[in-house]
Each structure stands twice: as C-alpha cells, then as structure tokens.
C-alpha cells in the first residue's frame, strides 16, 4: 500500500537526486529505494512521478516541506524541469495509448494503468498545457476511453480523493466497460 511515508521517502531520495538529473538525458532515473514488503517498488525519478507524489502528499496535508524544496530547484533548473516534463509527457503519451489500444481484456488493470493518465493530467497542469501534438492526441485517446468509460466511485484510496477532484480527473471516477 502507498502510505504517506513511502510518498515521503521517495520525494526525499528523488529530490536529491533531482538536480543531476535534470541535467542528463535519461528520462527514467533509477533510484537506491527498497520500498516496504506491502508496497510497490518505487518509480523511477521522473518529473511525472514527483509530481504524483506531491500530490498525494496533498491529501494528506504534508506536502509543503517538499514543495518548497522543489520551488527552489525548479528556480534554478526551470528550464531543464520544463524540458523533462514535456519528454515525459511524449513517452506517458505513447504507454497511455498502448495500454488503451494494445488489449481487449482491459477493465481488469484499469485501477493501476489509469496512473498514466494522472500523470499526463500533471504534467499538463505543470506546464500550463501539454505540448500541441500531445494534447491533440491525448484527447482523441479521452474521447475512445469515454466511450468505454463507466462513471462510478473513485477508484483508488478514498483518502486521496479530495486531492484529485472529479474535474479535470474524471478519468479516476469510474472504470472500463468489460469487453465481453
């Protein structure tokens, strides 16, 4: 299970870390964290997952020392930050777009693939809009999700509800249609 603390000790390790690489060009950086036996293994350091991160943290009324520390990053490597977050958005792009076209046995994995879908929702609100051709494609994908979309509760841990409000994350409220 995510708690609060796994939240915080990934920030902590990914913040350290933040300033290297924001400055290299790999997208996924690895980093030293054995996560909890009930947990899953922590991500890799990308500006999606940071962003996450925070967020959930943001329920949880524990976000600020680390939003702080990201403030004072992001004034120094603004630029690097910026161009990290519209790589990433690229490659969620094209993982969001394979999970939704790549199986007809969908529904089953939609509560954990819909993480991809969050994290290209941050990652738009960082950036104050994703880049044209990802946000184009992005809501050709919304519209064929809808379609197959059942609106419903929201579908990871209620305590993390009020952080991602049914509008822009509409997406978190319901689930897929089965197939058959």
């Not at 000790?9 to 980093?31: G, N």
């Not at 962003?51 to 976000?63: F, G, M, N």
């Not at 007809?104 to 880049?131: F, K, S």
């Amino acid at each position: 299970m995510i708690t609060p603390e796994y939240d915080q000790t990934y920030l902590e390790s990914a913040l350290d870390a933040l300033p290297r690489y924001l400055t290299s060009p790999t997208l996924y950086w690895p980093l030293d964290l054995k996560a909890p036996h009930d947990a899953p293994p922590y991500p890799p350091l990308t500006v999606g997952n940071v962003l996450l991160a925070l967020r959930r943290l943001q329920a949880h009324h524990a976000d600020a020392p680390y939003r702080q520390k990201l403030g004072t990053i992001k004034a120094q490597w603004g630029a690097n930050w910026r161009a990290k977050a519209q790589q990433e958005a690229q490659a969620r792009l094209r993982q969001w777009k394979a999970y939704l076209e790549d199986s007809a046995d969908r529904a089953p994995y939609y509560r954990a693939q819909v993480r991809t879908r969050v994290l290209l929702q941050l990652l738009d609100e960082e950036l104050d809009g994703l880049p044209a051709d990802v946000a184009a494609a992005l809501r050709t994908l919304d519209e064929r999700l809808r379609m197959a979309f059942r609106p419903g509760k929201f579908v990871w841990d209620e305590r993390l509800q009020a952080a991602f409000p049914r509008e822009p994350y509409w997406f978190l409220y319901g689930t897929l249609m089965d197939a058959n």
